[in-house]
């Protein structure tokens, strides 16, 4: 099985392999063919949109040498100085012409990066190659000298219908078999970013060929899980109350399950009576407000409710456990969940009854359904053509099987 990053084997060789709006293509190569000394192009946009991959691409197209520093790798004045000063004073009378790209210039931070920037604008005033320079926020106080001497082009974060395209793209080459909805959940859910889509993509879809909405929606689940695990360690482990309290800000999952989670994992962590009693008494004094938001629909208690949550329940304790504790979920969220799989299924099969015999899903769910089990349990024949009627996948034909 192969092994190699689709990131790396799908990155745009040519500038027509770019997805983006032929007008901030055409300008990028605009600004680089027409170049004019003491002016760079600043690129900026949202993490994964093809800024990088656009410089390199033009360059392949134009045939030019394409000259690069990172210039969070590179924190310093001088180091800048000696890799650029070189190669934008090399007359190259034979030698092809040069992009210099200064990528990633949102690592350079603080004070001490001071020189580094100016390094870049003293570079601009004096190179007689273009210089690409890429942010991700170009707006940053510490760019304004820079933002001075450049022209600025937004890469805008890229439609879902456009990851999908892109991603319909690999697929082919690639020869998976998706289905269409859950590829498209894929992309929307990059949120323009297709360096992320693709990733996701190799993830679920390259050891067997294929992508089903089943899988989507597992790697969503997983997802979420692994943020509410992060908001346990930032609880948990912190007496600070300012990391207590951003705890739950990412998390995208109901507060029902937040509980359950805390619930669960509470007393594997807090070994100390007097802590394991006050975090639960922050605990249920959560609870007392998410009756409250609930009832009277009054919203504001969740300020509450998360402040006992996170705030509240790190502050239980005098000092933090050392110890390891790996977080589980209750194994009641597991029997929720099944249930809930076991009616998504059963539903879906009613679902495909009521269209064929023009009944409520309802109906086919209480009349219909369950005279079918038998038949498919004992006539192999019969349920073939249910099975062919109804259009069952086999997923549906296992469940009535059982
Ligand atoms: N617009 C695009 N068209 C085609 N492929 C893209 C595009 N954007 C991203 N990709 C894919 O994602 C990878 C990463 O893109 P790239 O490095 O150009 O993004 P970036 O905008 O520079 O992101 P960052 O801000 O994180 O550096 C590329 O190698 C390519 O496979
Ligand atoms: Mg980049």
């Known amino acids: 099985m192969e092994s190699v990053s689709w990131i790396r084997k799908y990155m745009p060789k040519k500038l027509s392999d770019i997805e983006a709006r032929v007008r901030v293509l055409d300008e990028l190569k605009n600004f680089i063919t027409n170049f004019k000394k003491g002016k760079a192009l600043l690129l900026y946009g949202s993490s994964g949109g093809g800024k990088t991959s656009s410089v390199y691409a033009l360059a392949h197209d134009l045939g030019y040498e394409l000259v690069e520093i990172n210039a969070s790798d590179t924190r310093n004045a001088q180091q800048i100085n000696s890799l650029l000063g070189g190669a934008s004073k090399q007359a190259s009378l034979f030698f092809k012409s040069k992009i210099i790209l200064v990528d990633e210039l949102d690592g350079i931070t603080g004070r001490e990066d001071r020189g580094g920037v100016q390094a870049i604008l003293k570079l601009i005033g004096t190179s007689v190659y273009p210089i690409v320079l890429v942010a991700n926020d170009p707006y940053n106080k510490k760019f304004s000298g820079l933002r001075k001497k450049s022209v600025l082009l937004e890469y805008r974060t890229r439609p879902y219908t456009s990851v999908l395209k892109f991603l319909k793209k690999v697929c082919k080459q690639e020869k998976i078999r998706y289905d269409e909805e859950a ?25 067997d060929k294929r992508l089903t909405k089943k899988e989507v929606e597992d790697y969503s689940d997983r997802d979420k899980t692994d943020s509410i695990i992060q908001a346990m360690i930032k609880v948990f482990k912190t007496t600070d109350i300012d990391v207590a309290l951003g705890a739950f800000d990412n998390v995208d999952e109901n507060l029902d399950k937040i509980f359950l989670w805390m619930d669960e994992n509470l007393p594997k962590e807090y070994v100390k009576p007097v802590d394991l009693a006050k975090g639960f008494d922050a605990l249920s004094r959560a609870d007392v407000f998410k009756g409250r938001i609930i009832r009277w629909q009054y919203y504001r208690f969740y300020v509450y409710c998360y ?39 059963k539903k879906a099969i009613a679902e495909k009854i009521g269209d064929k015999t023009h009944t409520s899903t309802k109906r086919a769910l209480q009349d ?17 053509k249910i099975t062919n009627y109804l259009d069952l996948d086999k997923e549906q034909v296992e469940w009535l099987r059982k």
């Open 183 to 207: 590829l498209t959940v894929l992309a929307r859910r990059a949120g323009g970013d297709i360096r992320a889509a693709i990733n996701d993509l190799q993830s679920l879809a390259f050891a």
């Open 368 to 384: 219909t359904l369950p005279y079918l089990k038998p038949v498919f349990k004992k006539n192999k024949k019969e349920a073939e």
């Open 307 to 345: 402040n006992l949550l996170s705030a509240g329940i790190a502050l239980s304790k005098d000092e933090k456990y050392r110890n390891l504790v790996k977080y589980k979920p209750t194994s009641r969220i597991f029997k929720l969940w099944f249930a809930k799989q076991r009616n998504a299924k």
